[in-house]
């Protein structure tokens, strides 16, 4: 193996001084001219020369690295969220480490407590367990962290999240629009976090006209739901899921069982994600503003003073949910 490229390597190319090469690798502390600093770069180029980003941040204390704790990181609600989030830090010159906390309160703790260990800059928290405020570890630390999707709703670490409310209220009134009199929820196997909220608003909105039901986080537990209850004719006319993943489960289910969509079932998703667009029929969604709320989550682990405003989940209408 050949050895690895240092800054003397790039000095003696360049013909200056080690610590011309550190100023001009760091941006700092002292200026350089410019036509010495091209020369620098142009030799860093021609060996090959990678800067030691363990050794700068040793003396920097900054990492350039921002821990980032998904839910669930195979749910594509989270995938699309952290695709968002890793292009949002870029913007901040900042690379981003992922976590898969597979809805445990136990692991997302052990989590944050790895990555403060492996001295990240900052902290986005997409919590699995929004009782346990395990930003809590990220303060003591002198480490900035911001909740987003789900967190504590009080405390000192801020929040990001969309309007779900509204989200709710505009399906249940889209599919009466329709002429659906009584309407389902498919919620989880609890009520905690954003589909507890979710699970709250439809109960208002629908007076209580319509089933619960309930089945895990995933396509395969809502089809094996749908195909039990179509075999006792029990399957709901109108239905809001609470994730996608659950809604594409409701209709993978329902044409296994024959029933069409929408005609025997109609059926609204609270999500959003990217393939809500791609199935059969095409799924109608609350679609969450994804982007601006990774945007939002990264400039408030910089900025404490940035500003936090409401951000809405406008209804998607495809075929699901009867529409052209």
Do not use: K
């Amino acid at each position: 193996m050949s050895r690895q490229i240092t800054v003397a390597d790039v000095a003696r190319r360049a013909g200056t001084s080690t610590a011309v090469v550190s100023y001009v690798m760091n941006d700092g502390p002292r200026p350089v001219a410019a036509a010495t600093r091209e020369r620098v770069l142009a030799a860093a180029r021609e060996l090959g020369y990678r800067p030691n980003r363990i050794a700068r941040a040793l003396r920097s204390r900054i990492t350039g690295v921002v821990g980032l704790v998904l839910a669930d990181a195979l749910n594509p609600y989270f995938g699309a969220l952290a695709g968002h989030v890793e292009q949002a830090l870029a913007g901040h010159g900042r690379l981003m480490l992922i976590g898969n906390a597979g809805y445990s309160g136990e692991r997302q703790r052990h989590l944050v407590e790895r990555f403060l260990d492996a001295r990240v800059d900052g902290l986005v928290i997409a919590s699995a367990e929004a009782d346990d405020d395990v930003a809590a570890l990220a303060r003591t630390a002198g480490v900035p962290a911001v909740y987003l999707h789900n967190g504590p709703a009080a405390g000192p670490t801020p929040l990001v999240t969309a309007d779900n409310e509204r989200a709710v209220r505009e399906a249940v009134a889209h599919l009466r629009a329709h002429g659906h009199r009584d309407v389902a929820f498919l919620a989880g196997p609890q009520d905690t976090g954003p589909v507890g909220r979710r699970r709250e608003v439809w109960q208002e909105a629908t007076g209580g006209r319509g089933a619960l039901l309930r089945s895990a986080y995933s396509r395969a537990a809502a089809d094996t739901l749908i195909r039990t209850l179509a075999a006792r004719d029990a399957v709901p006319h109108a239905l809001i899921a609470a994730t996608d993943e659950q809604a594409i489960g409701v209709l993978s289910g329902a044409c296994a069982a024959g029933l069409p969509v929408p005609r025997r079932v109609a059926v609204i998703g609270l999500d959003g994600t990217p393939d809500s667009a791609h199935t059969a029929p095409s799924l109608t969604v609350a679609g969450q503003p994804l982007e601006p709320m990774a945007r939002q989550a990264v400039d408030l682990l910089f900025d404490s003073t940035a500003t936090a405003p409401s951000l809405g989940a406008a209804l998607v209408t495809r075929r699901s949910c009867g529409c052209d």
